[in-house]
């Protein structure tokens, strides 16, 4: 059973930094691409980031782009999304998910993922 385990939300001031985690089981990196979405409040989801299953690239939301990295360890079997300056506008709840497609898209970085984490919540004062 695929499951997806996200923590690190929290509070932080404009311009701070938080790193989330997401735990999984049920399967390993190479099996699924992974990454994550975000949901601020009235907007729809989007994908921020992800990681390819096939070489381990990385993509990313422009809106993202030189302050959020993803990585893994593999050994914990944990992805990361390491987030720097961070912005009011960052404010969402973040989502792990993996086995979707990930790439260059006009859809996002990540599309369509089979499963699901649950949500952990950043909040970025101004």
């Known amino acids: 059973e695929v499951q997806l385990q996200a923590s690190g939300g929290g509070l932080v001031q404009a311009g701070g930094s938080l790193r989330l985690s997401c735990a999984a089981s049920?399967?390993?990196?190479?099996?699924?691409?992974i990454g994550w979405f975000r949901q601020a409040p009235g907007k729809e989801r989007e994908g921020v980031a992800c990681?390819?299953?096939?070489?381990?690239?990385?993509y990313y939301a422009n809106s993202v782009k030189g302050r959020f990295t993803i990585s893994s360890d593999n050994a914990k079997n944990t992805v990361y999304l390491q987030m720097n300056s961070l912005k009011p506008e960052d404010t969402a709840i973040y989502f792990c998910?993996?086995?979707?497609?990930?790439?260059?898209?006009?859809?996002?970085?990540?599309?369509?993922?089979?499963?699901w984490g649950q949500g952990t919540q950043v909040t970025v004062s101004s």
């Open positions: 998910a993996a086995d979707g497609v990930c790439g260059n898209s006009r859809f996002g970085p990540f599309v369509l993922p089979d499963y």
């Open positions: 049920g399967f390993t990196f190479d099996d699924y691409a």
């Open positions: 990681m390819s299953n096939d070489d381990g690239s990385t």
